[in-house]
């Protein structure tokens, strides 16, 4: 069955970056988008941008522009989003989603010095 | 970006109980191509989000038939015909016609 397979949690300090993985299994990896949320503690969920895995190509919300890098190995079935210069407002969790369909369990980051 | 507005926020419930959630949307939420791109995720504690109903009324493959979506334009209703344990947690709406795609504030079904 589809399975999306996310990376640990992961604690970094302000200014830092991290990169996040999302390893898919059970369907052809190329043939849908991957999306990224942003859902942090106790809010609703933030749509971060897309990426297809066929061509490479993304799309992002203007608000994540410079925060968020998508990108893909095809070789391992895996889609990755790097954050940058993180502040505690990039505290969250991060879910990575095949179109809503199926979603990874999600990856807590936590920004702390 | 288009508000998507929820109501309630929070919802007490028995078991066997019918409810509704309304979501309303600052912008009509009818594409050009004649679809409306409007879907329900529940988000159970601790756990990550499922999609319930997409394109406003169609049901995701394996969801219960006691959950049902309805409206068009701006304004939109979930309906569960019967609520069962498993039903707790928080329900969104999202929408996916105009860029970005956008999810409303949630609804939190809890257990009168």
């Known amino acids: 069955q589809v399975n999306l397979l996310q990376s640990g949690a992961a604690l970094v300090k302000p200014g830092a970056s991290v990169k996040l993985s999302c390893k898919a299994s059970?369907?052809?990896?190329?043939?849908?988008?991957i999306h990224w949320v942003k859902q942090s503690h106790g809010k609703s969920l933030e749509w971060i941008g897309y990426?297809?895995?066929?061509?490479?190509?993304?799309n992002y919300n203007e608000k994540f522009k410079s925060k968020a890098t998508l990108t893909v190995d095809k070789s391992t079935n895996t889609a990755y989003m790097e954050l940058s210069r993180l502040t505690s407002e990039d505290s969250a969790t991060y879910y990575c989603?095949?179109?809503?369909?199926?979603w990874g369990q999600g990856t807590l980051v936590t920004v702390s010095s | 970006d288009v508000v998507l507005t929820q109501t309630p926020p929070t919802l007490s419930a028995t078991i066997g109980q019918s409810v509704s959630i309304s979501c309303r949307s600052s912008?009509?939420?009818?594409?050009?191509?004649?679809?409306?791109?409007l879907h329900w995720l529940l988000q159970r504690p601790g756990q990550s989000p499922q999609l319930l109903i997409y394109?406003?009324?169609r049901l995701e493959s394996g969801v219960p038939n006691r959950f049902s979506g309805s409206g068009s334009g701006t304004d939109f209703t979930l309906k569960i015909s019967g609520v069962e344990a498993e039903d707790l947690g928080v329900y969104y709406c999202?929408?996916?016609?105009?860029?970005?795609?956008?999810f409303g504030g949630g609804t939190k079904l809890e257990l009168k």
């Open positions: 989603t095949r179109s809503y369909t199926e």
């Open positions: 059970g369907y052809t990896f190329t043939d849908y988008y």
């Open positions: 394109l406003v009324s």
């Open positions: 990426i297809n895995p066929n061509s490479g190509y993304t």
């Open positions: 999202v929408q996916g016609t105009h860029a970005p795609p956008t």
């Open positions: 912008q009509s939420l009818l594409h050009s191509n004649g679809n409306t791109y």
